[in-house]
């Protein structure tokens, strides 16, 4: 063998020994899929970015005859790539489906046969999730040239639940849905053999009454009624929250004006320690 070529095979053995010693990570690919974008934006309280419904109760009497405003809207796009879509009226758009989520603050306490269901003193209250989307409806608001749909525009949300219809009936237990909410907006849209999805989580805050200040034993005057072509009126407030800077603790407060004591249970992702 020629003594002058062994350096050289040398070098390359070496070279082959490296990248052999390379991690597999570096050879990776990625693929790159559909993917369906939603968007939303509160239009109700714009300073505190959150939905506000109005359920219209009298704080001192607890009686379902005052004010409402049982409608929340945010503004809403649908991205598909990166595009609006868009598709002829009278065709399939994408679908677009709420669920809504109650938080309610719940005290927790030792089960008082086993000692279960408090990890400590830390854990005084631990927050409940409700699902209640029976009681809200959503629609959305597409812009149209009067042929065509894309997906940019409105979403109109709506409380259908107890005490919606002013029916005297039910408006006891409307008051239990006094609350901070989850709005999670979904979306799916099928192109093809393959259906994508996409989801945005909001706020709604479901209050009893709007007040002036840090006051919750009166309801704030509506700022100003606009009368509808059908003879109904429409009540807005310039401040539904007062000095109030969270919708839970605002919606905490009134049900505890309206007699609503704070849940107990247990939690139950209890683990013994």
Known sequence: MNHKFI?????????????????LSYAQ???????????TIPQDDQVLKTGVMILGYVPATGAETGPMN????????ILYNGFPLSWQ??????????????????????DPKTGDGKQGSFENLMTSLVDVSNNFICKPRWKTDGSTYWTVGVLDVYYVGPGATGSTSTAVAAKYFIADNILNVEAFFTAG????????IQDICVLGWPVADATVFAAAAPTWIITKPDGTQHYMWA????TFLSCESLALAERAALGIPLATGQDPLFVAT
């Open 239 to 242: 401040n539904s929250f007062g």
């Open 70 to 77: 049982l409608m929340s809207q945010y503004k809403i796009t």
């Open 193 to 200: 053999r393959t259906t994508v999805f996409g989801t945005d």
């Open 89 to 110: 009226i009278g065709n399939t758009g994408p679908s677009v489906v709420c669920a809504v989520l109650e938080k309610d603050k719940v005290n927790v306490v030792a």
């Open 7 to 23: 350096p050289a095979l040398a070098a390359l053995l070496i070279v082959g020994m490296l990248l052999s010693l390379v991690p």
């Open 29 to 39: 690919t990625y693929a790159i899929g559909p993917s369906l974008t939603v968007v």
